[in-house]
RNA sequence: GCCGCGGUAGUAUAGCCCGGUCAAGUAUGCGGGCCUUUCGAGCCCGUGACCCGGGUUCAAAUCCCGGCCGCGGCACCA
């Protein structure tokens, strides 16, 4: 008769690898602000996270937007994914903007040139295509250094354009991965033309990710890296940097990629649906998007996502969540604290005779815990039902009306759309004993209309239906359950209420 | 094509490094029952998996070899 451990079980992270070598732990999450995070991203963020928390580390968070052109940076996205991961309860101990950092990447550059581990490139993109597939060194590869310096110095001052300049960080010319073989470090970027929001147009020379990345996380100090494994060449090219400075790299974790069955992850592919079609989407967080604004939009809790990236660990195989699973994590932890409300979908007045008015009904909250209740005084008889309800009925049957009375059908009118019943009684035992269907309704003059937007894989249905007035009192963000229909959240008040729906 | 990583029930994961306690645990799903003013929650019972083939061994999900399948990388993206 003793409780055990129903409470679920925390699963533990594995140790990181070689932390008593490093003395201290500290890791990093770094996504590039040109989109929103999505579930897959919040896989290496909070692994990141919970282990420097684990060791007593620091977490770093790290915006890498080097890439003006390409993958240009939006400015709101900075902002929406710190409040994505203070969402997710996810903290930092520093921050760094790497489009801000360009004086110390400058500076490494210059010294690696100087001690003859990168070089100033000029050839032309295919021109050294044909080198590198020979594995032959370019010309430019076996400059002086000082010539090189001297060329870079140019290429600073803005006297090259986009693809004539490069410089290349000397590698193994035998190396079997032709992508290693001395990967380019800086390229020049129109900023004229390509403005980088943060840093505008004052900057032409930019780094790739590679030596960003690498040049970052030595001065941050970092000691392991969580990352997608389609980083895993990445590592080997940022080795050799590591190697010519002498620095020591840190302990690198791949993890797999995150899939969610049924959603849009791709921040390219939500992207592009956004530009083609932007009015058939509810903005960046759309609940059909994956992302993590998009989850939480549509009423999956922090706690949720949190439990499904810890159940996950840290392997490097994929992994495809599946919906099912989200849905029943997230509705154990809402069961909890969701607050039940009465909405019909596609309503048909019911109007009750036998009813001494005026009536009051005191509906709580929640079934057991203390959410408080709210009180409704009926003074006309005509409250609505779902036709899907009102269908499945005929004269004479009994049904309940949940937390209200007992009534028997007399008269069904579809044409109309109205139907009459008789109030019977109101305990609920007596329901039950006749084994009457207990549905939702609410009351005509206690309701407001109100909207609810249902996500199907791509697809997106609004349900028309009306709501209790009382879902006025509640508060936009909130996660309800809508009773008999499954848990939502308030996704505005005014005009009328909006709510998106979750999972049953 | 070339490099690299991975393959445990429908899905996800534990175990694999340090072979036996694994006739494989957990969650979800599915089937059944109890409980309940919801088609929600809770409780109980049941269901279902080690990619294939060799080898090592007294003993392999665990070690070795080969195959198959899946994924990632092969950018002046991150």
Redesign the pocket.
Known sequence: MEIQK?EVKK?TL?PLPNVDRWGYVKTRF?P?PDFLIHLGNARPALLSFLYAKMYKGKFVLRF?D??P???TPIPEAYQRIRDDLRWLEVSWDEEYIQSLRMELYYSIAKKLIEIGGAYVDLC??DEFRKYRSARRACPHRNMASEDSLELWDKMLEGYYG??EA?VRVKTDLEH????VIDW?AF??IDTDNYPHPLTGSRYVV?P???FAAAVDDHFMGITHILRG??????TVKQSFIYSRMGWRYPEVI?L??VNL?GFILSKSRIKELLNRYPHRFLGLDDPRFGTIASLRRRGILSDTIREIIN???V????????W??IA??N??IA?KRAK?IMFVAKPILLVLENLKLPYQIVLPFH?SANLGSRTYTITTPRVYIQRE?LEKLGKGDVV?L??FANVVIKDIDLERGEAKAIVESFD?SEARSVGAQ??QWVAEEHSAKAGLYVAEGLRLRKIRGLVESSIERLSVGEVV?L??LGFARIDSLHPTPILIFAH?
């Open positions: 129903s699963k594995p770094a590039n890498e080097t890439d052109r390409i993958k032309t993109p986009e693809g490069v079997p991965d032709p992508s380019v390229r020049i930019w790739t990710y590679n494994r389609e980083h895993a060449v990445n791949n797999g990629r069955e159940n996950l660990g392997k490097s195989s994929d992994a495809t969540i599946s099912d699973n029943a994590i509705r154990r069961d039940r079934p309800d309940r949940m937390g609920v207990i549905i359950q009773i008999r049953v």
